[in-house]
């Protein structure tokens, strides 16, 4: 942990919920939130045992909770399946024939006109996903294994993730942005043995090719036996070099539509135990190599049924909206399964929210009369500086709800989304959490809290969330700590795929006993939280959360590179750039060309989220006489700062004086 904590800005302005949103709210009263809030802190067992009575169990559990630092066992001995109650359970609830999926494609079909728009309902979503499930298992998958799902944003993505669910297979998806050595590292530390994908996928007007970076990836492993191909853009089957063209493996390549032709619409789900596996999702830390992490079947469940009930406020009459991709947690949380055990309309949009223009994403919001919508600080960012006069193009008024997640949101982003967005009418919800955390933990209540732009407010029901020092000791108002749960909740990460002791060591170690978040944070005096950012060595760059590691592993595996440190720094539209310092090997020039080749080069080893802003090229880097990169002035460096602070234990003092050289690249 190498940064220091730096007090976030003074924001006064608050904002009230409209009272004709708190009179219709699920939970409309600040009392109420307060009595359920201190029920579930003090009895969790109670409060989640009473909740989970709103969901289908085969068998219901014995025990609610099961606790012994740093292992969760929820709803001990019960017996669900996660797919069933996002399908059959709202067809017994009689929403069969209510659209569960109203999705839209990236290419329009006229000018102005949007995109193909298929609407599926809740009947047409299961016999769907049993088919695939049951494709699934004739092509060898069985409960207990694990699927990759590399797919573009569209329906059959969400199916191949209940497909996978209901048959009791844990899925590993793979965001269609990451590169193949990062699909060939996740398939081999998930042990994987099929891939779903696609031919390609629309995004930005052109054709992301998948299936031919599943192809290289398979050059770099030898796991995979099957892969499922879905047929999204009509790519000719060829070499697979030819442009536009996919290459063809027969006997291990196999075509979606054939796979799901023949088979049967009907297959039962199947009786999982609470805590079964439902999913590994990697996501970045603290060193080279990405984490699976791993959730399981009733709590995961039960976290994102409540949690899009409550904070979105969820109606039958809702048309719901997240713009994330379900690469992402929040994809899993809240396209998918959050939305759907809620039987929600939830509305899904494969491509970008600037094609053809900036307009796209207000236009869907008026073609669909979308009424909540969730979506990235990094995205509103990016509206804002194209102009409202896109947004006022467009009738925006069936908006109710707006919800924000990935990174603090700045007061500016926040209040014009407040304003040419929710035309001062409806509520934000800021909402924190983590791919770890499974689904939301800190935020407004839509009809209770009183919201100030900025911070995400107060924690969730049963999120014991407290700002601490290292020794564990609460800090008081407006102390900047580390921000740490310190109890167990539903929807937590149970480990880290096959390594439980990075998981006790990478959570529970720093501050002994607690849930450690990685975040540093402070409390206000009305005891909301102010999420300041990482103070490990991960990024966020646009929402997405890299390990400055794992980029520095990329660079250093080029064959020019000796050494390489990378750091965040400010980037008005992303939040967070990425800045590589680099040394290369004895005869290397560093040059432009050099550079180029260098940003490609990661491009191409982790993807394009990686891309560095900045490459500098420096004889050698600043060190601790114990050997660590001082990460903190190389960041004041890139940053354009003065350099500040202690530097006595630097090695080398004129190196810092050489990396201050701005020519030297
Ligand atoms: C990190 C988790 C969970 C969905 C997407 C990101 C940052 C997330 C907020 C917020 C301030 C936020 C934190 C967190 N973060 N939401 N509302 N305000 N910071 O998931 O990739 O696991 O990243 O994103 O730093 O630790 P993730």
């Known amino acids: 942990m190498s940064e220091t904590i730096h007090s976030t800005l003074e924001e006064r302005r608050v904002f009230p919920p409209p009272a004709d949103f708190a009179a219709k709210a699920h939970i409309g009263t600040r009392a109420e939130y307060e009595k359920l809030y201190r029920e579930s802190i003090d009895h969790p067992e109670q409060f989640f045992g009473r909740i989970a009575e709103e969901l289908h169990w085969f068998k219901k559990w014995d025990k609610v909770l099961d606790w012994q630092v740093p292992n969760a066992k929820w709803f001990v001995g019960g017996k669900t399946n996660v797919a069933y109650n996002c399908l059959d359970r709202q067809i017994d609830l009689g929403r069969g024939d209510k659209t569960a999926i109203l999705w839209e494609g990236e290419p329009e079909t006229a000018a102005g006109a949007g995109g193909e728009v298929r609407k599926i309902t809740y009947k047409q979503l299961r016999d769907d996903v049993s088919k695939l499930a049951n494709g699934l298992k004739s092509i060898g998958v069985k409960k207990g294994d694990r699927v990759t799902i590399y797919m573009p944003m569209v329906p059959e993505a969400a199916v191949a993730m209940l497909a996978c669910a209901r048959i009791g297979a844990a899925h590993s998806v793979i965001f269609g942005g990451f590169s193949s050595q990062a699909i060939a590292d996740r398939v081999d530390d998930a042990q994987c043995t099929v891939i779903i994908t696609a031919d390609g996928g629309y995004r930005r007007g052109t054709v992301v090719p998948l299936k031919r970076n599943v192809d290289d990836a398979l050059t770099k492993t030898d796991r995979v ?20 063209s996919i290459a063809w493996k027969e006997g291990r390549d196999v075509w979606y539509h054939d796979l799901v032709g023949t088979q049967s619409a009907d297959c039962p789900a199947e009786p999982m135990d609470s805590e079964d596996t439902l999913f590994v999702l990697y996501t970045s830390g603290s060193t080279g190599k990405p984490k699976g992490i791993q959730h399981t079947t009733a709590g995961y469940l039960l976290g994102t049924y409540l949690t899009t009930k409550y904070v979105f406020d969820m109606k039958p009459d809702d048309v719901y909206w997240c713009t994330a991709d379900v690469g992402w947690i929040t994809g899993h949380s809240y396209i998918v399964y959050g939305p759907l055990a809620n039987g929600t309309t939830c509305l ?13 994403f207000w236009s869907i919001i008026e073609r669909h009369k979308v009424s909540v919508f969730y979506t990235a600080p990094t995205a509103i960012r990016a509206f804002m500086k194209a102009g409202k006069e896109f947004p006022q193009k467009h009738d925006l008024s069936s908006l109710r709800l707006l919800g924000t997640v990935g990174e ?3 007061p500016e982003a926040w209040m014009w989304y407040h304003t040419v967005i929710g035309h001062e009418k409806c509520p934000i919800v800021d909402t924190w959490w983590q791919t770890e955390t499974g689904a939301i933990m800190i935020t407004p209540l839509p009809g209770v809290t009183p919201t100030k732009p900025g911070t995400a407010t107060l924690p969730f029901f049963g999120v014991d969330a407290a700002i601490v020092d290292r020794s564990g000791k609460e800090l008081g108002p407006n102390e900047g700590g580390l921000l740490v749960i310190r109890k167990p909740w539903p929807s937590m990460l149970r480990s880290i795929f096959n390594d439980p ?4 060591k990478t959570y529970w170690s720093d501050v002994p006993g607690y849930y450690f978040t990685g975040d540093g944070a402070r409390r206000d005096n009305d005891g909301y939280f102010w999420i300041m950012g990482r103070v490990d060595d991960v990024i966020n760059v646009s929402g997405h959360r890299l390990g400055t590691m794992e980029i520095e592993s990329a660079l250093v595996a080029h064959e020019a590179v ?15 750039g990425i800045a590589a310092f680099v040394t290369l090997e004895t005869g290397r020039r560093a040059d432009e060309a050099l550079k180029k080749d260098l940003i490609a080069w990661v491009r191409k080893q982790i993807g394009a989220l990686a891309t560095p802003d900045q490459i500098r090229f420096t004889e050698s880097l600043p060190k601790t006489r114990s050997g660590k ?13 003065e350099v500040k ?3 006595t234990t630097l090695e080398d003092f004129s190196v810092l004086a ?3 050289e701005k020519d030297e690249g």
């Open 348 to 360: 899904m949009y494969e491509g970008a929210p600037n094609h053809p223009d900036f307009g796209r």
């Open 408 to 410: 603090p949101i700045n």
């Open 658 to 660: 050489k990396l201050k």
């Open 629 to 641: 990169i001082m990460r903190r002035l190389l960041k004041e460096v890139a940053s354009g700062n």
């Open 562 to 576: 000796a050494e390489a440190a990378v750091v965040g720094i400010p980037h008005e539209m992303k939040g967070q």
């Open 225 to 244: 036996k099957k892969v499922v191909v879905l047929n999204r853009c009509n790519m000719p089957v060829a070499d697979g070099v030819a442009p536009g």
């Open 645 to 647: 602070g202690d530097v």
């Open 501 to 504: 002791e990075r998981y006790a």
